[in-house]
């Protein structure tokens, strides 16, 4: 089967790489296996189950993905990245991935976020600029962007690129608008004990005057009884 170029790797706490295939197996079976398990530690330990090994979960501090070298030079192994899980299950299916896909491009920014990475890449390097170009000139980049995709979907690699693009673009932009609903909030509370503040001053300037003085008004001086803050200077 073309692609059987990848490993699944434990890297215990003191760096130590072990091989959990003894042969290499293709990114999209990769995946098929890993996305049954619910996070990092229950893949762990089923790996440590199954193979019958004297260790705990604990003796290891992540999971990672290497492909085999495709040069002359045997011993250079490449990380690919980490395992995908329950949660992304929806990569396997190409359909879906490509229906979001298509729904995100019109988004500028994504756009624009997503071609930048495949300008380094020498066969995708012209139609990235090209699609980067007529977004930044405010033209219509649609035409391009399909035959982009096109070229990336014809490999599972491809998809699964593509798929953990928008899931990051996603995740970013719910971190700022997390950040901005908490920044909403924060000056709300502030505008909320302002007003508390001046409620107080008005009742006590209208029924208990006597209890006031000119210091509680520093903040407030347009509403302030004294002459000093009426005073024009």
Same mark, same amino acid.
């Given at each position: 089967m073309r692609g059987e170029h990848y490993y699944l790797v434990l890297i215990g706490k003191d760096g130590t790489k072990y091989k959990v295939f003894s042969k290499p197996i293709t990114l999209r079976t990769m995946d098929?296996?890993? =996305?049954?398990?619910?996070? +990092?530690?229950?893949?762990?330990? =089923?790996?440590?189950?199954? +193979?019958?090994?004297?260790?705990? /979960?604990s003796d290891f501090k992540n999971v990672e993905i290497w492909m085999e070298p495709t040069t002359k030079d045997k011993s250079t192994y490449k990380k690919e990245g980490i395992p995908l899980y329950k949660k992304d299950s929806s990569v396997l299916n190409i359909d879906s991935v490509m229906a979001k896909f298509e729904a995100?491009?019109?988004?500028?920014?994504?756009?624009?976020?997503? /071609?930048? +990475?495949?300008?380094? /890449?020498?066969?995708?390097?012209?139609?990235? $600029?090209?699609?980067?170009?007529?977004?930044?000139?405010? $033209?219509?980049?649609?035409?391009?962007?399909?035959?982009?995709?096109?070229?990336?979907?014809?490999?599972?690699?491809?998809?699964?690129?593509?798929?953990l693009s928008m899931k990051n673009y996603e995740k970013t932009k719910d971190k700022k608008r997390s950040s901005s609903k908490d920044e909403t909030s924060s000056r709300q509370v502030e505008i909320d004990e302002n007003e508390i503040i001046e409620d107080?001053?008005?009742?006590?300037? $209208?029924?208990?005057?006597?209890?006031?003085?000119?210091?509680?008004?520093?903040?407030?001086?347009?509403?302030?009884?004294?002459?000093?803050?009426?005073?024009?200077?």
């Open positions: 098929e296996r890993t =996305t049954k398990y619910e996070n +990092k530690k229950e893949l762990i330990s =089923t790996i440590l189950q199954n +193979k019958k090994l004297d260790m705990k /979960v995100m491009i019109f988004d500028r920014n994504f756009a624009l976020q997503f /071609v930048k +990475k495949y300008k380094n /890449v020498k066969n995708f390097k012209p139609i990235a $600029e090209g699609i980067e170009a007529l977004i930044k000139n405010n $033209e219509d980049y649609s035409e391009l962007m399909q035959t982009f995709a096109e070229k990336l979907f014809k490999t599972y690699k491809g998809v699964r690129n593509i798929y107080r001053l008005r009742y006590l300037k $209208e029924y208990e005057r006597e209890l006031l003085d000119i210091e509680d008004f520093n903040h407030h001086k347009d509403l302030s009884c004294f002459d000093e803050h009426r005073r024009i200077k």
